[in-house]
């Protein structure tokens, strides 16, 4: 019994009646919490002392960071329940993750050169995090790119959940390398704030922007999973209920 | 051959693993070496584009020691990596792989004895010439073994990792610049810890704990590689 939820889980059907209701409502608390965020973060939080105003652009730079690595993890979990226990379902939500997480990691390294001109005077240093970002980008593009060369969906799926643990595994070994690389090499110009000194009046609204990105992550996330379902159960007659029955010529073209 | 022929019950699980591990390494090296074309491509590839560097970037040799330790390991994971596509497709293509993949032995073991041949044919005589290269870069002299040794266990991770990359991307026609975007960025850490051993080296350091590492990433990568190249191959079987 206590595993009942654990298996409906894996039935797209349920997954995406029951999301159904839950999307306003993560559409809602992403948009208040971006929102609030936002305007607290640009407009009220006080000027950074060294970097002035151009220190505002973390409001995004860091929960797109923070959303890029923790979107590898879902993807590379969702991927293992969906080997371990064959669940249609989880393989569906780590194919989605793919894009999401590589568009997080672009826009962190964009926004991360954005900041770096002001700052350090260059778009691109090849500093640790920077180039451990960068890998992790190379990393999802990997996946995307094997995901769409295979015809079978089905091998697809196993193909790029395998990929994605094989990534994982490594993930910790690429950065601990790159750190080891970067301490080499260190340039003497750069040195990065420290993180964990940041000042209240500058954390609490970058911790509402940070929840507010993993509300809309899980939006996107939801949202893109519940249209490959529609996609790839469009066969299924529970799916042309919900178009209107219009499919049935569809069918035939498929 | 003969003990071979024998019924397979009478063996234990270890020593039917052993046989045809070592079976299989056998006729892998056998038909590596009758196809010397294959062995000798990588190394003619290694030596033609590390010959281009020069020309791209002038022959000062001040410039160019500085470059070698980086060119000859990039060049040789390029090598190695160009060479992996075919490590299943032969075997994918007339059924072979499909018979080692329902063999008794485990997958496994088959996939370790692939890998350890083409180490053997492309990794071993990459390392045995890079000196050389070095040489012809300008590179101290005081870099030599380090170069010869971070490439002789690099080389062996790099293959492992290939292995997962080739194993995946078998079933596909055009599969050569797949396998290299989904495998390069896994070869991150080994590059860094290869070029690293090579630049302690010229600059008077020790050079031991990066090998060190190097050996370590190997160890860890004979465990878990073939593990994972095994379920890749299952998949690819599938398609």
Known sequence: MAWQWFHRLGSPRWFYQKTSAWMPWLALASLLLIGAGSIWGLGFAPEDAKQGNSYRIIYIHVPAAFLALAGYYIMAISGAIGLIWKMKLSFVVMRAAAPIGAVLTFIALFTGAVWGKPTWGTYWVWDARITSMLILLFLYIGVIALSRAFSREQVADKACALLALVGTVNIPIIYKSVDWWFTLHQPATIKFTEKSSIDPSMFYPLLTMVIGFYCLYAWTLIAHTREKILQREWRTSWVQQLMGGESATESKAG | ?239
Do not use: C
Request: charged share 10%; glycine share 10%; aromatic share 6%.
């Open chain 2, 1 to 239: 051959m003969s003990s071979l022929e024998q019924p397979v019950l009478d063996y234990t699980p270890r020593a039917r693993n052993v046989a045809g591990f070592v079976a299989l390494l056998r006729s892998e090296l056998l038909l590596a070496l009758r196809r010397s074309a294959d062995i000798a491509n990588p190394l003619l590839f290694f030596v033609t584009v590390l010959a281009l560097l020069p020309l791209g970037v002038g022959p000062e040799p001040d410039l160019l020691a500085r470059l070698a330790p980086g060119m000859i390991w990039v060049v040789a994971l390029l090598a190695t990596l160009l060479s992996q596509e075919s490590l299943f497709r032969g075997d994918f293509e007339d059924g072979s792989l499909e018979q080692l993949a329902l063999a008794p032995q485990p997958l496994y073991f088959a996939v370790l004895a692939k890998v350890s041949v083409h180490w053997l044919v492309t990794g071993l005589p990459l390392a045995l010439l890079s000196p050389l290269l070095g040489m012809m870069l300008n590179l101290p002299s005081g870099g030599y073994l380090s170069l010869f040794l971070s490439l002789l266990l690099g080389t062996a991770s790099l293959s492992l990792i290939g292995a997962v990359g080739a194993a995946l991307t078998v079933g596909l026609r055009r599969a050569g610049l797949l396998l290299a975007l989904i495998v390069m960025p896994l070869y991150v850490p080994v590059l860094i810890f290869g070029t690293g051993a090579v630049q302690a080296a010229v600059d008077g350091y020790a050079y031991g704990p990066q090998l060190a590492i190097l050996a370590a990433l190997l160890a860890g990568g004979t465990a878990l590689a073939p593990l994972a190249a095994a379920g890749a191959i299952r998949i690819s079987l599938d398609n």
